[in-house]
T-cell receptor
Framework: DAKTTQPPSMDCAEGRAANLPCNHS???????VYWYRQIHSQGPQYIIH???NNETNEMASLIITEDRKSSTLILPHATLRDTAVYYC????????FGAGTRLTVKP | SQTIHQWPATLVQPVGSPLSLECTVE??????LYWYRQAAGRGLQLLFY??????ISSEVPQNLSASRPQDRQFILSSKKLLLSDSGFYLC??????????????FGNGTRLTVT
């Protein structure tokens, strides 16, 4: 079973920030938090990952709580092309995906 | 740079027929390799993963099997396909040495329809 829980769906207005939450209360040791997204009929695309510090790249920011039991993926200026299913996963070799969050960006 | 090749892109097979899907990775050594399956409208299900040649961890044995005959080659097989085997099959790799700090990189997938 996946070690993460995410809301099944979210909406966001185009141009606004999209904040996607993830709970991983059983995260342990040196497990990293990874975020991916999947656009229909394609393989998942890596977005960002982190251990305990906040991370930022050209696609998104990742905020991890101090106790590491939850995190938030932030898309600062969502576009229509960001509509996708977003997956948060933690693990070592056994990388299990949950159901993810279906983000719909609306004009 | 590293690349992952997965073929075929689409496949239609009758029930009871065998299956062989192949995945190869270039540009890296000793990768972790994964097979996932995604049924229509569902999330990704981890089927098998491998941390080295001949080392296969099975998540969903059923009628599927996996083999890793070479360092960068991962094969998914079945002796007799079931209707429920239809789905989108994805191969992925991550860097093996520091796998807890290495993201997954996915192939383009194989869309299998069992009729």
């Amino acid at each position: 079973d996946a070690k993460t829980t995410q809301p099944p769906s979210m909406d966001c207005a185009e141009g606004r920030a999209a904040n996607l939450p993830c709970n991983h209360s059983t995260i342990s040791g040196n497990e990293y938090v990874y975020w991916y997204r999947q656009i229909h009929s394609q393989g998942p695309q890596y977005i960002i990952h982190g251990l305990k510090n906040n991370e930022t790249n050209e696609m998104a920011s990742l905020i991890i709580t101090e106790d590491r039991k939850s995190s938030t993926l932030i898309l600062p200026h969502a576009t229509l092309r960001d509509t996708a299913v977003y997956y948060c996963i933690v693990g070592y070799n056994d990388m299990r995906f949950g159901a993810g969050t279906r983000l719909t960006v609306k004009p | 740079s590293q690349t992952i090749h997965q073929w075929p892109a689409t496949l239609v097979q009758p029930v009871g027929s065998p299956l062989s899907l192949e995945c190869t990775v270039e540009g890296t050594s000793n990768p972790n390799l994964y097979w996932y399956r995604q049924a229509a409208g569902r999330g990704l299900q981890l089927l098998f993963y491998s941390v080295g040649i001949g080392q296969i961890s099975s998540e969903v044995p059923q009628n599927l099997s996996a083999s890793r005959p070479q360092d960068r080659q991962f094969i998914l097989s079945s002796k007799k396909l079931l209707l429920s085997d239809s789905g989108f099959y994805l191969c992925a790799w991550s860097a093996g040495t520091y796998s807890y700090n290495s993201p997954l990189h996915f192939g383009n997938g194989t869309r299998l329809t069992v009729t």
